[in-house]
């Protein structure tokens, strides 16, 4: 069964940094790229950054680039999202996802139930 567990998440500022984890199991997680999609609370959902299995190649959206980046840990089946320069529209459910493919840009598979990162007060 394929498990994917979000931590990392938390309360942070604006301007402030955060990294999120997660970890992969129950499938061959070198073989397949690895995906970050977001929700913020009464939005639909937005992917914010991909990485294929080999090559490392990774991509991200205008609204994140620059400011966002997407790492994996093949040893420990673990894919990380290191967030700077957070701004007031980054608090959001982060999900991590996997893919059918090595490359992203495919279809997506399964999902973790996501890391929060709140709005701060």
């Known amino acids: 069964e394929v498990q994917l567990v979000e931590s990392g998440g938390g309360l942070v500022q604006p301007g402030g940094s955060l990294r999120l984890s997660c970890a992969a199991s129950?499938?061959?997680?070198?073989?397949?790229?690895m995906s970050w999609v977001r929700q913020a609370p009464g939005k639909g959902l937005e992917w914010v950054s991909a990485?294929?299995?080999?090559?490392?190649?990774?991509g991200y959206p205008d609204s994140v680039k620059g400011r966002f980046t997407i790492s994996r840990d093949h040893a420990k089946n673990a894919l990380y999202l290191q967030m700077d320069m957070l701004r007031p529209e980054d608090p959001a459910l982060y999900y991590c996802t996997n893919s059918q493919s090595p490359y992203f840009g495919m279809a997506l598979d399964s999902w973790g139930h996501g890391a929060l990162v709140p709005v701060s007060s």
């Open positions: 990485i294929n299995s080999g090559d490392g190649n990774s």
């Open positions: 129950g499938f061959t997680f070198s073989n397949y790229a």
